[in-house]
T-cell receptor, first 111, second 114 residues
Framework: NAGVTQTPKFRVLKTGQSMTLLCAQD?????MYWYRQDPGMGLRLIHYSVGEGTTAKGEVPDGYNVSRLKKQNFLLGLESAAPSQTSVYFC??????????FGPGTRLTVT | EDQVTQSPEALRLQEGESSSLNCSYT??????LFWYRQDPGKGPEFLFTLYSAGEEKEKERLKATLTKKESFLHITAPKPEDSATYLCAVQVPLIKAAGNKLTFGGGTRVLVKP
């Protein structure tokens, strides 16, 4: 039982490049979330999903897209990376109304 | 707007020196208050959930309490391995869908020196 896993762990992008972050969970949770964590800003919700095939915007969705084609996977895409998207990204999952379980994070640097 | 404020931002303790962390919140429709521990380079690790004022939860040297406006995380006789950032989050209803979301505070960095 791996819990929540994220791929990759680290990535460096140039401005304008695109990439996809993958999150996988093996707990059969309905809900999945993407957060970003920045110094002094705390964790902020980017997008979330309440079930397979559904997605919705969180607090800071601009510049990101997501997809949930399978219940266990939640993908976060950056179509044209910007330096402001340099951050640590965390995926989480939960079985409502219970606590969210977090992955180990992806550290992204955009130059 | 939902707000969660943690204090202090940083706390340096000697091993065995007990202390408390504060999490104050202003939210509508609180559905739970959560405490997480985060070690450097890792994701937040769940510690406690509190649902109603007066509730208390304990785990080893940690004890969390909840009132109508704030929560405290008490660390009793801390050890160096308790060094981490402690995050508080409130669970509030999602606006456009069923379910909840977490709104996090900025965290308290705790360093316990031997």
């Amino acid at each position: 039982n791996a819990g929540v896993t994220q791929t990759p762990k680290f990535r460096v992008l140039k401005t304008g490049q695109s990439m996809t972050l993958l999150c996988a969970q093996d707990m059969n949770h309905e809900y999945m979330y993407w957060y970003r964590q920045d110094p002094g800003m705390g964790l902020r919700l980017i997008h979330y999903s309440v079930g397979e095939g559904t997605t919705a915007k969180g607090e800071v969705p601009d510049g990101y897209n997501v997809s949930r084609l399978k219940k266990q996977n939640f993908l976060l895409g950056l179509e044209s990376a910007a330096p402001s998207q340099t951050s640590v990204y965390f995926c989480a999952s939960s079985s409502i109304p219970y606590e969210q379980y977090f992955g180990p994070g992806t550290r992204l640097t955009v130059t | 707007e939902d707000q969660v404020t943690q204090s202090p931002e940083a706390l340096r303790l000697q091993e065995g020196e007990s202390s408390s962390l504060n999490c104050s919140y202003t939210v509508s429709g609180l559905r739970g208050l959560f405490w997480y521990r985060q070690d450097p380079g890792k994701g937040p690790e769940f510690l406690f959930t509190l649902y109603s004022a007066g509730e208390e939860k304990e785990k080893e040297r940690l004890k969390a309490t909840l009132t109508k406006k704030e929560s405290f995380l008490h660390i009793t006789a801390p050890k160096p391995e308790d060094s981490a950032t402690y995050l508080c989050a409130v669970q509030v209803p999602l606006i456009k869908a069923a379910g909840n979301k977490l709104t996090f505070g900025g965290g308290t960095r705790v360093l316990v020196k031997p």
